[in-house]
C-alpha cells in the first residue's frame, strides 16, 4: 500500500485548520500505547505536540504523519502512524533522535518504512551523522532465554520483537537496555515512612531535604541547573554518543515553561548540603494539570562525590509521601532506568515499583 508522510505545521495552538495532524497522532500514540502496556497514561495528546513543536530554542522538533495515498482532504481519522525527529540545537549539534509509531491495525503495510525513510531524511539534511532510536517491549524474555544483549550486558529484548527487528534491519545497533518500571499507589504510609526515616539517618545532619512545586525558587534555579548538566554526563549512558549538555537558569526556566505549556505540573524534591549549601540531588515527577491517576517521574539524580550517603532513598521516599498530599488520586507512578544502573533499581525496588517492559536504544552513525 502507498502512503503519503505530510510533514505537521507548526502551530500557535493544538486547535485550528492544522488540527488534524496533531489529534491524528495523538490518536496513533493512545491507540498504540494501550495496545502494548494496556494503558494510555504515556501517550501524547495533542497539547504535547503543539507545544514541543513551538519551542525552538534548545530543540527543533518535527512532527510527520503517514496518511493513505491519494486521500486530498485528510482528517485525524485517515492518520495510521507518525514520525517524531528532534534535533538538539545548544548541544549534541551531531545528531538527532527519531521516533516511528504505527497503529496497530495499520502494521506491516509500509507506513512504518515511510516514515522511517522520513525521519532519517530530516536528521540527514539537518547535517546530522548520528541517529539515535528507541523500540518498546512489554515485558523481558527471561534468563537463560533467547535474547539480544545491549554491550552493557544489562536487559534483554526478544529477538523475534518487531519493533527490534524493524530497527536492526535498517542498520542500527542496540547500545543500551532501559527498564521501564511502575509504582501502584497508594503505597503504605508506615513503610515508606520507615525507609525515608532510615535514609535520613544514614544521611545525618548533613544533609537535609528540600521540597517545591512548580518552577524552582530563585535561590535554588542556578543550582539545579548544575544537577541538570550533571545528570546529562553522571547517569549510564552506555556507547551512546551524547555529549553534555549545559544548562543555566535560562534554560531550566524554558523547560519548566514547556511543561505548564504541555499540561504537566511539577513536583521537585532536592537535598541540601548543609555546610555548604548546595544542592547534592534531585528528583522530579510530573503529572497532568487536570488531576488524573498517573504521574511520570523525570530525573533522578545524586551528585557522585555525595554518594553512599542513601540519599537516593531520602529523595525518592520523600518525593513518594509528598505525591501522596499533592496527587491523593494517583494510581501509577512510570520510572525508567538503565538497566546497568543496579543501585537506582534497587532503590525503585525497595519502593515497589515492578518492571513492566524494556526500552532499547539504537543507534547509527552515517559519518
Given at each position: 500500500m502507498a502512503w503519503n508522510v505530510v510533514t505537521a505545521p507548526v502551530p500557535s495552538t493544538a486547535e485550528g485548520p492544522w488540527s488534524w495532524h496533531l489529534h491524528g497522532a495523538a490518536r496513533v500514540s493512545?491507540?498504540?500505547?494501550?495496545?502494548?502496556?494496556?494503558?494510555?497514561?504515556?501517550?501524547?495528546?495533542?497539547?504535547?505536540?503543539?507545544?514541543?513543536?513551538g519551542a525552538r530554542e534548545y530543540v527543533e522538533r518535527t512532527l510527520l504523519v503517514a496518511v493513505p495515498d491519494g486521500v486530498t482532504d485528510p482528517t485525524a481519522e485517515d492518520v495510521v502512524g507518525y514520525g517524531w525527529v528532534e534535533l538538539p540545537l545548544a548541544d549534541n549539534t551531531h545528531l538527532g533522535y527519531g521516533s516511528v509509531v504505527v497503529h496497530p491495525s495499520h502494521r506491516r503495510h509500509g507506513a512504518g518504512?515511510?516514515?522511517?525513510?522520513?525521519?532519517?531524511?530530516?536528521?540527514?539534511?539537518?547535517?546530522?551523522?548520528?541517529v539515535i532510536v528507541w523500540s518498546d517491549h512489554a515485558g523481558e524474555p527471561p534468563a537463560g532465554a533467547p535474547a539480544l544483549h545491549p554491550p552493557t550486558g544489562s536487559g534483554r529484548?526478544?529477538?523475534?520483537?518487531?519493533?527490534?527487528?524493524?530497527?536492526?534491519?535498517?542498520?542500527?545497533?542496540?547500545?543500551?537496555?532501559?527498564?521501564?518500571?511502575?509504582?501502584?499507589?497508594?503505597?503504605?504510609?508506615?513503610?515508606?515512612?520507615?525507609?525515608?526515616?532510615?535514609?535520613?539517618?544514614?544521611?545525618?545532619?548533613?544533609?537535609?531535604?528540600?521540597?517545591?512545586?512548580?518552577?524552582?525558587?530563585?535561590?535554588?534555579?542556578?543550582?539545579v541547573a548544575v544537577l541538570r548538566?550533571?545528570?546529562?554526563?553522571?547517569?549510564?549512558?552506555?556507547?551512546?554518543?551524547?555529549e553534555e549538555?549545559?544548562?543555566?537558569?535560562?534554560?531550566?526556566?524554558?523547560a519548566e515553561a514547556e511543561s505548564a505549556a504541555t499540561g504537566l505540573d511539577l513536583l521537585t524534591v532536592a537535598v541540601e548540603h548543609v555546610p555548604s549549601g548546595a544542592l547534592a540531588g534531585y528528583t522530579y515527577v510530573q503529572y497532568p494539570t487536570r488531576p488524573d491517576v498517573f504521574v511520570l517521574q523525570g530525573d533522578t539524580l545524586v551528585l557522585s562525590e555525595h554518594r553512599?550517603?542513601?540519599?537516593?532513598?531520602?529523595?525518592?521516599?520523600?518525593?513518594?509521601?509528598?505525591?501522596r498530599d499533592e496527587r491523593p488520586g494517583a494510581a501509577r507512578v512510570h520510572t525508567w532506568n538503565?538497566?546497568?544502573?543496579?543501585?537506582?533499581?534497587?532503590?525503585?525496588?525497595?519502593?515497589?515499583?515492578?518492571?513492566?517492559?524494556?526500552?532499547?536504544?539504537?543507534?547509527?552513525?552515517?559519518?
Open positions: 493512545n491507540d498504540a500505547d494501550a495496545h502494548l502496556w494496556g494503558h494510555a497514561d504515556l501517550h501524547y495528546p495533542p497539547i504535547f505536540f503543539a507545544s514541543h513543536l518504512t515511510a516514515l522511517a525513510d522520513q525521519v532519517e531524511k530530516v536528521i540527514a539534511d539537518a547535517g546530522r551523522g548520528t529484548i526478544g529477538p523475534q520483537e518487531p519493533g527490534a527487528l524493524f530497527v536492526a534491519g535498517r542498520g542500527y545497533t542496540l547500545e543500551q537496555a532501559e527498564r521501564y518500571s511502575m509504582l501502584r499507589l497508594p503505597l503504605d504510609a508506615e513503610t515508606v515512612s520507615r525507609l525515608r526515616e532510615e535514609a535520613a539517618t544514614a544521611a545525618g545532619d548533613d544533609y537535609r531535604t528540600v521540597t517545591w512545586t512548580g518552577p524552582a525558587p530563585d535561590r535554588w534555579v542556578d543550582q548538566t550533571r545528570m546529562s554526563t553522571d547517569v549510564p549512558s552506555a556507547a551512546l554518543d551524547v549538555e549545559p544548562w543555566d537558569a535560562a534554560r531550566v526556566r524554558n553512599g550517603r542513601r540519599l537516593g532513598m531520602l529523595l525518592k521516599a520523600t518525593l513518594v509521601e509528598r505525591l538503565a538497566e546497568e544502573n543496579s543501585h537506582m533499581l534497587d532503590i525503585n525496588v525497595a519502593l515497589g515499583f515492578r518492571p513492566m517492559g524494556v526500552i532499547g536504544m539504537w543507534q547509527r552513525r552515517t559519518t
